[in-house]
């Protein structure tokens, strides 16, 4: 095997493109290397079997120190599943000697995509985050980031960066070349508040959702210009409010962040939470911390429940270095749906109308009859059956388990009908539940009867009645011979 032999002033000026590898991979930087001169030896332009493994891992806070192409072992928070694709550049060729001085303030920047090979070679980063391209001969490689197929949640992709093979470590060209290219990350959330949720009971209750992003953390030269969620309720859902707020469990005053609210073409509140200036720079001077906020809705009223699954997500933008990046929580839900109540006369099975209910979330509350408090659908705490007997209560939460007992009480019969004061136990699940209906008796009140019946009573009334007429004549006449006289 052949080997050129490069002056020792030649090969310094290699290393200036390799060291800065380590640099650009660490920071996403354009820059151009700067680099220890290498040490004696050749530069085998023959040999075909070298290669650059990606070490994928995320950005440690604080930023740690450039790698500088050489192996350094197991990386804490490996990037599984982030696409990187390797093009060699055409117009260079290392065993040029003339090709060299170009090479002093090189960046990818400078990279005519016209000059890389096509289509290059991809890899997907495995479990440990490393991918390792091989077979490659002596030249200037062009390294891109792809795709997060692994849904890391990465916020800044790295820069396009340059490797050359070989490179200069420790005074020795190495034709394996290791370089670390790290990400910001964010991840965001959107869970019920188990405590809301199980305090909420009729619509028109708040449900809150609990929404936490944490903030990338950024490099020396991010230029951070955006952090917004942006919520589309349901439209089932209505908008409330927007509370608790806090960064790094600090709450953040009112002038760092922004809230509106508008109505889509579908009827759906579209809520937005954006950090302003002062909360970008707050951010930017603690990176890495958790953002936290409370949205608090209330299902609609007159809104149709549907199925009673009220689905709810939240998509966060984050934009840096003029790179904007989306991500959407998966949904998280709240369970919905109504008690059916039939109002029948026991006798014959007829719907009562005008019967009367109230309904609790205990037995004990629904059997005391100081019980002032019931549970309330948008204000209305008592209701009324139709015509018909049938009378629909709701929506009521039916829980995270989607499936809660509730207690009703008639507080008022119909005419003619018996109150029954009983409180009566019902089951609620989302969505309409029209399959289910809970029917209740009224007994008739007893008709009004004479004490006595038949002849003998009728007698003992006619000859009752006879008397007070004898008795009221005589008095009568007496009165009236009085007169006369």
């Given at each position: 095997m052949s080997a050129q032999k490069i002056p020792l002033g030649k090969r310094m000026v290699a290393a200036l493109g390799t060291v800065a590898v380590a640099f650009?991979?660490?920071?996403?930087?354009?820059?151009?290397?700067?680099?220890?001169p290498a040490g004696p030896g050749n530069i085998d332009f023959e040999k075909t079997d070298g290669s650059i493994i990606v070490h994928k891992h995320a950005q440690p806070n604080p930023a740690g120190d450039p790698a500088d192409g050489s192996d350094l072992g197991?990386?804490?928070n490996p990037l599984e599943g982030v696409e990187f694709t390797v093009q060699k550049v055409e117009n260079i060729d290392l065993s040029d000697e003339t090709q060299w001085a170009q090479l002093q303030d090189l960046t990818a920047a400078d990279i005519d995509p016209a000059d890389l090979e096509t289509p290059g070679s991809t890899l997907v980063t495995r479990a440990d985050g490393t991918a390792e391209f091989t077979d490659l001969e002596v030249g200037v490689y062009y390294v891109t980031e792809g795709e997060d197929t692994g849904n890391n949640n990465i916020v800044r992709k790295v820069d396009p960066f340059l490797v050359i093979i070989p490179t200069a470590i420790d005074g020795e060209w190495e034709y394996t070349v290791h370089v670390y290219p790290k990400n910001s990350l964010t991840e965001v959330t959107k869970t019920l508040n188990e405590d809301a949720d199980d305090a909420a009971e009729g619509a028109g209750d708040i449900i809150s959702w609990d929404i936490t992003s944490t903030a990338p953390v950024l490099a020396p030269e991010d230029e951070f210009t955006e952090l917004r969620l942006v919520d589309t309720?349901?439209?089932?859902?209505?908008f409330e409010s927007i509370?608790?707020?806090?960064?790094g469990g600090a709450a953040l005053e009112e002038?760092?962040?922004e809230v509106t609210s508008s109505t889509n073409a579908d009827g759906a509140d579209v809520v937005t939470f954006e950090l302003t200036e002062a909360g970008l720079a707050k951010v930017a001077a603690n990176d890495g911390q958790?953002?936290?906020?409370?949205?608090?809705?209330?299902?609609?009223?007159?809104a149709d429940i549907g199925n009673g699954v009220i689905e709810n997500e939240v998509t966060q933008y984050t934009t840096i270095n003029e790179q904007e990046f989306d991500f959407t929580t998966p949904p998280t839900i709240t369970n919905w749906g109504y008690v059916n109540i039939f109002k029948q006369d026991a006798d014959n099975q007829l719907g009562l109308g005008d019967a009367e209910f109230q309904i609790f979330r205990t037995e004990a509350e629904a059997a005391d009859p100081a019980n002032s408090d019931p549970i309330a659908?948008?204000?209305?705490?008592?209701?009324t059956t139709d015509e018909n007997g049938e009378l629909v209560i709701g929506p009521l939460n039916a829980g995270a388990e989607n499936l809660r007992e509730y207690w009703v009480v008639e507080t008022k019969a119909p005419a003619g009908y018996q109150l029954d004061q009983t409180p009566q136990p019902v089951d609620v699940s989302a969505g309409a539940n029209a399959e289910l209906v809970y029917t209740l008796d009224n007994v008739k009140q007893p008709d009004f009867e004479l004490p006595l019946t038949g002849s003998t009573g009728t007698m003992v009334f006619l000859g009752a009645g006879l008397l007070l007429l004898m008795s009221g004549g005589g008095l009568y006449l007496r009165n009236r011979a009085r007169s006369a006289a």
């Open positions: 650009m991979a660490l920071f996403g930087a354009g820059a151009a290397a700067h680099a220890a197991v990386i804490d309720l349901d439209e089932r859902l209505m509370t608790e707020v806090t960064y002038a760092d962040y958790q953002l936290a906020y409370a949205l608090n809705t209330s299902v609609r009223e007159g659908v948008h204000g209305q705490t008592t209701f």
